[in-house]
């Protein structure tokens, strides 16, 4: 819980877990970062109908990534075990039989590295440079390696640029998640940021049924993991805040899509370590609860 990943040992696990399952779990490389990083997503179970949960997005956000690879391990044990996680009832192998749940955990490895270690970390010297100009700490950085913050690029109604670089998807991170997003059916998406311990699940841009039921899932994962719940006036706290892949996934695809805040409001970053053991056990048993959720959903059990 205390050591600090690079991106490349975070890959490692994710290797490892898919040697050791291979039944039911499958690895994939979706894509790679401006700086030649790939980019993983991990299967569990039925990939014909998956849950995406996603994390890393912004680089500075560097708790939820091995967070979600440690949520993997256990779900992959309790799978081969046939046992249920903590505060439900299903077991993981009767869920993940009838859905699956893709995992990207670091979507954004350029910004990891610079805020966990330095712009050094950068290997193309055009754009190490180019960073190196910038008047933001490496520390605080949540943008890509092209200085582009991937959660502002997703082609959807409340895209707006944010630099003269930016385009919708213009990205090679943002059309690797998207095209994940249209590679297989899908039932929802969570994406894992940092801070607030706090739900999203209003989308201004959908239906009132569709924020009903979205609230309803929120309010289940409420229960489970004892974070606030985010209002209808909270999508938005400035006109540029929008193009997120939540924004996306729920006008494209339609399904539920939600956005979880990990580690207090007041936290500084680079967050700190102390912060693993208690997020964890606040949000591993997500994934699973909003699947069992959403199966219930679909069998008109909601």
Known sequence: MEKIY???????RMQKLARQYPQFIHLDVIGSSHDGREIFSLTMGNPRKV???TAGIHGRESINPIILIQIMEEYARAYQQKLP?????????????????CFVP??????????SRGFSQIQNPKLRQELQLQDIPAKEWKCNARGVDINRNFPCQSYRPQSSGDSPASEKETKALI???????????IDFHSRGKIIYY?????????NQYSRKLAKYLQGLSNYEIGGADSEFYTPYSGGNSVNYYSEVLKKPALTVETVEETASFPLHTKYRKETYEEIHAIPLGILSQIADAAEGLL
């Not at 690079?6 to 490692?12: A, F, G, I, M, R």
């Not at 505060?87 to 749940?101: A, F, H, N, P, S």
């Not at 670091?106 to 805020?115: H, T």
């Not at 209003?202 to 569709?210: F, H, K, L, P, T």
């Open 106 to 115: 670091l979507v954004n490895p350029d910004g990891y590295e610079i805020a």
């Open 6 to 12: 690079v991106c490349k040992e975070l890959h490692t």
């Open 51 to 53: 849950l995406f949960c």
């Open 179 to 189: 095209h994940l997003f249209h590679s297989c059916d899908s039932v929802g998406y």
């Open 85 to 101: 996680i903590q505060g439900q009832t299903d077991t993981v192998y009767e869920l993940l039989r009838e859905y699956g749940i």
């Open 202 to 210: 209003y989308r201004q841009a959908m239906s009132g049924a569709y």
